[in-house]
Structures are given as C-alpha cells and as structure tokens.
C-alpha cells in the first residue's frame, strides 16, 4: 500500500502526470463508482484473477482520494485505515466484547444501535440512508426495505401477490417515465418477495447477453 501510495504521490507532484494532477474528488466519482461495479461483476464471474484486477483498480480509488486529501490536510490514508479498523471493532462487541449473539439477527440489530449511537442518537433522513450512486433497482430495493422497516406491521407481500402486481402494473401503466418506473418498483418487490437481488439479477443477464453478441463491431 506505501508503494501505491508513493505512485500515487508521484503522479500528482509538479512533475508527474496532467491528467492525475487535475482530479478532484469530485472529478473521481465516476471512476469510483464504475471500478466497484466492474469488482462487483468479476465477484461473480468465478475468476480469481479478475477479481484480484478488480480489487486493485478499487484500491488505486482509495489511494487516489487519500493521496488528494492528503494535499488538502484534510485526511490521509492512515486516517481512512486507522477509521474502518475502529469501526470493524466498535461493531462487533460479541467477538472483541462481552456481547452475546445468537445469530446473525442478533447481529445486525446490534450493529444498527451501534450505528445510531455513533451518530449521537440522531436518525439520517430517508434519503441519506440510501446511496444516490447505487443502480436504480438496487436504490429502489433498498427504499422498499427502509419503507418496510418504518411502517411496522404491514403485512409481507407474497411471492404470488407481488408477481399479481407486477402483470397489473403493467396492464395499468401509461406510457410514461412514471409509468415505467411504477412497473419497475412492483418488478423490484416480486424480486425481494423471492429473495432475488435486482440488481444482480439483471446485470448477470445483461452480462450473459453481451457474451453472446458476435465479436468486435463498430461502437455505437
């Protein structure tokens, strides 16, 4: 990592890369969000050695950002280091405390206090609590389950009720943005109510059918 991080510091110096010297935090984002997701395909692709790629490229982000605050003062990679190793140990009481789990239940409901504690005991609004930068079906996924957390006692949706509403949302829908978007959120609850993930369940076909289209074309 001091090697990474020396290169890294190299490229931004007065002497180093144009391109390297010019990105901000800001300008990186892109970048951030399409290497995890590029990780996040080679995780299921069954190859250890594209995933070890993956993992690299995802690494020069935290490198890059670490070495870009570092010029700022207002962090470094020791900081992020030292931050997530703290954290690993603050919410895992039963195995470097005296808490007792009896499954993994116990274990995310502590981790949530835990969480809430280290914020002072303020609640994040709705929307901080999902990620912006996440795919649509996973953001969507992700407000259906806070959703379902927030109106205690409302009834699971089956599996059959939720395929029901996906055929009649789609029966309904207007051939508008909302109306797409309204078939796509019912899609999303019939995936949960089977315990599919959305997300990954269409990229790994949208994955599958590129593998099948032919060879090298003209780029559209």
């Known amino acids: 990592m001091q090697d990474l991080l020396t290169i890294m510091r190299r490229l931004r110096a007065p002497d180093g890369c144009p391109w390297d010297q010019e990105q901000t935090h800001e300008t990186l984002r892109p970048y951030l969000l399409e290497e995890a997701a590029e990780a996040a395909d080679a995780a299921g692709s069954g190859d250890p050695a594209a995933l070890s790629d993956e993992l690299g490229d995802v690494l020069l982000q935290v490198a890059f950002h670490s070495v870009i605050a570092e010029e700022a003062g207002t962090f470094d990679y020791a900081a992020v280091e030292r931050g997530i190793v703290e954290k690993l140990v603050r919410r ?27 914020r002072g005991g303020q609640s994040r609004r709705p929307e901080d609590r999902v990620p912006a930068g996440l795919g649509a079906l996973a953001r969507e996924a992700k407000t259906q389950k806070l959703a379902d957390a927030q109106l ?53 076909r949208s994955l599958a059918t590129l593998r099948a289209l032919p060879g090298p074309g003209p780029e559209s």
């Open 92 to 118: 895992h009481p039963h195995v470097f405390g005296e808490v007792s789990v009896q499954g993994s239940a116990d274990v995310m409901r502590n981790w949530q206090q835990i969480k809430a504690q280290e």
């Open 152 to 204: 205690a006692g409302t009834p699971k949706v089956s599996a059959e009720q939720a395929r029901a509403a996906v055929t009649q949302a789609a029966a309904q829908a207007p051939d508008t943005a909302r109306g797409v978007a309204d078939v796509l959120a019912a899609v999303v609850t019939w995936a949960r109510s089977v315990g599919v993930d959305p997300e990954l369940a269409l990229r790994d």
